[in-house]
């Protein structure tokens, strides 16, 4: 059973940097293809970043690109999240996702991910 646990969140002030750590097992990283997710209070949760296995593709949302970078070390069975610049809008509980299907289609739709860690907070306060 492929485990995912995050670590790294914390409360910093606008233009601050923050990196999340995604720790999997239960499987060798390489298999899985990771993203990160969020949710704020109140809103549904939503796509942040993903990469592809060897790390030959990253993918970002609108609204971090240019800031986060996503990361992977599969030799670690880590994966990364650097998040530079934050913003107050930046704040929710990010999560890590993974998926073992050899094909994503959708990289962006939570419902694309079949494993799921159990969320570390982020505030960015202003």
């Known amino acids: 059973q492929v485990q995912l646990a995050e670590s790294g969140g914390g409360l910093v002030q606008a233009g601050d940097s923050l990196r999340l750590s995604c720790a999997a097992s239960g499987t060798i990283l390489s298999n899985l293809y990771m993203g990160w997710f969020r949710q704020a209070p109140g809103k549904e949760r939503e796509f942040v970043a993903s990469?592809?296995?060897?790390?030959?593709?990253?993918y970002y949302a609108d609204s971090v690109k240019g800031r986060f970078t996503i990361s992977r070390d599969n030799a670690k069975n880590m994966v990364y999240l650097q998040m530079n610049s934050l913003k107050p809008e930046d704040t929710a509980v990010y999560y890590c996702?993974?998926?073992?299907?050899?094909?994503?289609?959708?990289?962006?739709?939570?419902?694309?991910?079949?494993?799921w860690g159990q969320g570390t907070q982020v505030t960015v306060s202003s």
């Open positions: 996702a993974a998926t073992l299907r050899r094909a994503v289609l959708n990289f962006r739709a939570p419902n694309n991910y079949d494993y």
């Open positions: 990469i592809s296995w060897e790390s030959v593709a990253t």
